[in-house]
């Protein structure tokens, strides 16, 4: 459906749900919902996983490090999020197996004592996930870590302890959320800014909504309203009510990316000490390697920028481990917000990424806290309490049974079947990877005519922008490069490079003036070089 209808049903209908914030969490209460039989809307400000959903470590995990601190402090409470977020954890990598993989993990140790200390806990990280385990973990020799990640710091190597956790592409998995809730008859929207509730006799009626792409400004009806905004769940509460006292503390996690050649494409690192006691990953990811995060408190603000000497702290806590990487090896960098559930005198670090449901006196419904690993738990917990409340009519949920949109239908031997129409064995494996079900989508496109790269070094094809501006509501160059494709997230350089023609192909199918184009050119080349 085109943005224009979707707008004039936005604005005609009466909905059961409106849902503040596309990214992971609201986009999984919108199909949580849809899939249900409410009718629902979701309005986004930016695009799908523009902020802290795009900007994760991409890992699928219950929380080794909550694990540790369940242990030590005997906190049952946290114990059982560790085993519900390995619940969930299969739960993701059965329904977008295009999107999500298991993924080797390996603990190097330099201490004889720490051999039993990790591997005990990482028996009991496999014992908690039950039937959803994935391969048992291991203990390595010295020998075998060197020749599973060769750029281990051999000097005084006592082995490795090695686990399987799940990883995947955050913010693909996030716009088939979106288009999965579409797909479920929910309204769905991106660049749609609420700049107002409505009420009547003190209770919410709906929000007022502004088009950011035309200015144009609309009247939403809805019985729910849910605040699913993350970062910024503050903000929309203090609309509803401004004396609101705050309910998040704002942590920063920045991660770099450096050549593929620091990982091996089927393991990564966690780095389980660093100068201040946090746990830093070193992964492969999309053909490069990634590596962070930070956890330090932060201020709310809309594109957090990455600081050089955030960039130096992940180099240094590396340096032990992989030796000595420049700063000029670092091909890109970003930095995410994580919302969590204030506590007073609480370490951000410490903060257990537990979810929270706040209902306002006037009915707004706040869902936040959590991680990536939950948002379907998180989702569903919302929706539960929206229908039990406020006496909606709902069918159960099938979230749990729900592939995403490229997942329905996948073929594991895709990638094969596109290098047999002609595609290099890269880009026939990203595509695969990338759509899913969908790939033979975008490979007839590129057939019509858009087979060539964006960027020469990289998989991504002009027939991914055609595709995202038709069937994936992409509305923006950053919408492309950055989250329909990753390029902006893994090579700085090439994103710049590719700019001029991802505008000049959106604005062949949005119809952009020589103004707007130019307008936007300029401003997808500042967003890429202030670190996205």
Not at 179 to 205: D, P, Y
Not at 422 to 450: I, K, M, P, T
Request: hydrophobic letters at 40%.
């Amino acid at each position: 459906m085109e943005r224009t209808q979707l707008l004039e049903r936005l604005a005609s209908e009466t909905f059961d749900l409106l849902v503040i914030g596309g990214g992971a969490t609201g986009a999984g209460v919108a199909l949580e919902a849809a899939s249900r039989g409410l009718k629902t809307a979701l309005v986004e400000r930016y695009d799908f996983a523009e902020g802290t959903s795009s900007r994760s470590t991409k890992l699928i995990h219950g929380g080794v490090r909550y694990l540790e601190l369940a242990i030590k402090t005997f906190d049952k409470v946290q114990l059982n999020l560790v085993r519900d977020a390995l619940h969930e954890r299969a739960i993701m990598l059965r329904n977008a197996p295009h999107l999500a993989r298991p993924l080797w993990l390996l603990t190097p140790l330099y201490r004889v004592w720490e051999v039993p200390y990790y591997y005990t806990g990482l028996k009991l990280y496999d014992l908690l996930a039950g039937r959803a385990r994935l391969q048992p973990a291991q203990y390595i020799s010295a020998k075998g870590t060197l020749e599973r990640f060769p750029l281990v710091n051999p000097e005084g190597l006592k082995g490795s302890v090695a686990y399987q956790d799940g990883q995947f592409d955050d913010a693909r998995f996030n716009v088939e959320l979106a288009l999965t809730a579409a797909q479920q008859g929910a309204v769905v929207l991106n660049h749609l800014e609420v700049i107002g509730l409505l009420k009547q006799n003190g209770r919410l009626s709906g929000a007022a909504v502004k088009d950011r792409l035309s200015a144009k400004e609309i009247q939403v009806s809805a019985r729910v309203i849910v605040n699913a905004t993350g970062p910024f769940s503050d903000r929309i509460r203090h609309l509803d009510d401004p004396e609101a006292p705050p309910l998040l503390k704002a942590s920063s996690g920045i991660h770099i990316v450096l050549d593929k050649k620091y990982s091996p494409s089927d393991a990564g690192l966690l780095i389980p000490k660093t100068e201040d006691g946090r746990v830093v990953f070193v992964l492969p990811w999309l053909g490069g390697t990634l590596v962070g995060t930070t956890d330090d408190p932060a201020t709310v603000v809309d594109h957090p920028r990455v600081t050089e000497e955030e960039i130096g702290y992940v180099l240094r806590q590396v340096r032990p481990y992989l030796g000595d990487i420049p700063r000029e090896a670092v091909r890109a960098s970003w930095s995410g917000l994580r919302p969590l559930i204030a506590r007073p005198e609480a370490d951000t670090a410490r903060l257990a990424r537990d979810h929270l449901i706040q209902e306002s006196a006037s009915g707004l419904l706040t869902l936040t806290g959590g991680k990536w690993t939950t948002y379907r738990k998180m989702a569903l917990d919302l929706v539960n309490y929206a229908v039990k409340k406020f006496g909606l009519a709902a069918g159960e949920s099938r979230t749990e049974q729900t592939p995403l949109v490229g997942g329905q239908g996948f073929s594991a031997d895709g990638a094969k079947k596109l290098e047999q129409m002609g595609f290099s064995q890269d880009v026939a494996e990203h595509l695969h990877r990338a759509y899913g079900a969908r790939a033979q989508a975008v490979a007839q496109l590129a057939a019509e005519g858009y087979g060539n790269r964006l960027a020469v070094a990289w998989p991504y094809l002009e027939a991914e922008v055609i595709y995202a501006v038709r069937h994936e509501m992409a509305c923006t160059p950053l919408d492309v490069l950055a989250r329909r494709t990753r390029l902006a997230f893994l090579d700085t350089s090439a994103a710049l490079g590719a700019v001029p023609r991802v505008v000049e192909l959106m604005g062949r199918e949005l119809g952009w003036n020589p103004d707007k184009a130019a307008l936007e050119l300029a401003n997808a080349k500042s967003r890429i070089l202030e670190a996205i």
